[in-house]
């Protein structure tokens, strides 16, 4: 069945340091891959999307690699601050009909300052 | 520009009871998604409504669940009758249409069954 994983366990990281966050997918072909951040008691924020013929994608400190040999999407966050601390959730989509998102359970990423 | 809007934004209720929530999405927005989002998971989409019909409900409950988009705006999801493993938060989503477009989430609405 298809998986999408990430890091299940928080991730701490001093201020100023990069943060990498992991996407893992099994018996799946996305055709493009969304992240999104949630902050406790809200609905999930669109921050990036990169395409399968993509292999990076930037927007100011976000960064994210699509990787479709290894099945697998990093996000990184560099120069981090303590208001980068959230969830982060990788959301692969195959495309077609519905377009449908398949959503990752998300790592939460608390920066300390 | 407006976000997405639900209400109620909590709700408690009996099993076997049933409850009922509202979604009012982007102006303009064609695409309309129902996910519901269990305590330490991702959202997992419920319902896919394209204007007012619907384009995806594989995994709707359909034995207890139901939802309707009626003139391809506003939507509402109902749960009747409510089981314990129904506690979640219901998150409603719209985007400009189906595709790879950012989906913009509202606030959720976060149900309590006892």
């Known amino acids: 069945s298809q998986k999408i994983e990430q890091n299940s366990e928080a991730l701490n990281i001093q201020e100023g340091k990069t943060a990498t966050l992991t996407c893992n997918y099994t018996n799946y072909s996305p055709a493009y891959l969304q992240w999104y951040r949630q902050d406790p008691g809200r609905g999930p924020v669109f921050l990036l999307l990169?395409?399968?013929?993509?292999k990076e994608k930037r927007k100011e400190r976000l960064k994210v690699t699509f990787d479709t040999t290894l099945k697998q999407s990093l996000f990184h966050i560099t120069a981090s601050q303590p208001a980068d601390s959230a969830t982060y959730l990788c959301?692969?989509?195959?495309?077609?009909?519905?377009?449908?998102?398949?959503f990752g359970t998300g790592t939460l990423l608390a920066v300390q300052p | 520009e407006a976000g997405v809007a639900q209400s109620p934004r909590y709700k408690i209720i009996e099993k076997r009871q049933s409850v009922a929530f509202w979604c009012n999405p982007i102006s303009g927005h064609a695409t309309l998604y129902w996910y519901q989002q269990i305590l330490g998971q991702g959202p997992k989409l419920l319902i896919q409504f394209q204007n007012n019909g619907v384009v995806d409900d594989s995994q709707l409950p359909k034995d207890r669940f139901s939802a309707e988009r009626l003139k391809g705006v506003d939507s509402t999801l109902k749960i009747q009758p409510a089981k314990l493993e129904d506690s979640a938060v219901y998150l409603c989503?719209?985007?400009?249409?189906?595709?790879?477009?950012?989906?913009?989430f509202g606030p959720g609405t976060r149900l309590t069954v006892t």
């Open positions: 959301a692969p989509s195959q495309g077609g009909a519905t377009n449908k998102l398949i």
């Open positions: 990169i395409r399968e013929n993509e």
């Open positions: 989503a719209s985007s400009f249409r189906r595709g790879p477009y950012e989906q913009y």
